[in-house]
Each structure stands twice: as C-alpha cells, then as structure tokens.
C-alpha cells in the first residue's frame, strides 16, 4: 500500500472579519470620537463656506449693471465719443476759418 500524506489542515477561523476581546474599548471609543470630530469639522467647514459664497453672490448683484446693461451702456458712450469728436472738429474748422467738415459717418 502507498502512504500517504497527510491532509492539510486549513484553520478558517481567521478567515473572515471579527471582533477580538484584545482590542481594548479605550481604542474603539478613540476612534469614534476622532470620527465624529472629522465629520463635525467638515460640517462647520461646509456651511462656513456655503455662507461665505452666499454673501459674495449678494455683493455681486449689488454691485452694479449686469452683463447686458453694460453693453448698453457702452454702446451709449460710444455714441456721446462720437459727437464729441464731431463737435471738435467743427470746432477747430470754426478756429481755423475753414469750411466745416461734413459728416461721413
């Protein structure tokens, strides 16, 4: 008869997760706490910051004209840029006794 060997015994009862009694409860409360104090800094830290962009939306709405007011409003100075470039040059004809420019615009 041929021998054989031995089976393999395989111990399983390290194979899953469990709790251990060596693990002292001075650990496990450490690390609840630790938990909570993160969970509550990034709590302050996000309503913090929440307030924060909440007052800068405020002050941009009342800063000033919105995007469209501003085009507006520089199509408007273009035009008073234009008479006064007008005005001088009718102006400086005047002064120089030459006949007025017209308008080629």
């Known amino acids: 008869m041929a021998r054989r060997a031995p089976a393999a015994v395989i111990d399983k009862s390290d194979a899953s997760w469990h709790w251990d009694r060596k693990i002292p ?11 909570a104090g993160q969970i ?3 709590s302050w830290w996000a309503s ?3 307030a924060r962009i909440e007052r ?4 941009f709405t009342l800063a000033g004209p919105t995007a469209a ?3 507006t409003r520089l199509t408007r100075v273009e035009v008073k840029v234009d008479n006064l470039i007008d005005a001088t040059s009718e102006i400086k004809a ?12």
């Open 56 to 59: 800068l939306e405020q002050q």
């Open 25 to 35: 409860v001075a650990l496990i409360v450490t690390i609840i706490v630790v938990f």
């Open 94 to 105: 005047i002064l120089r006794k030459e006949p007025v420019p017209s308008k080629a615009r």
């Open 48 to 50: 913090k910051t929440d």
């Open 40 to 42: 509550g800094t990034a």
């Open 69 to 71: 007011d501003q085009g």
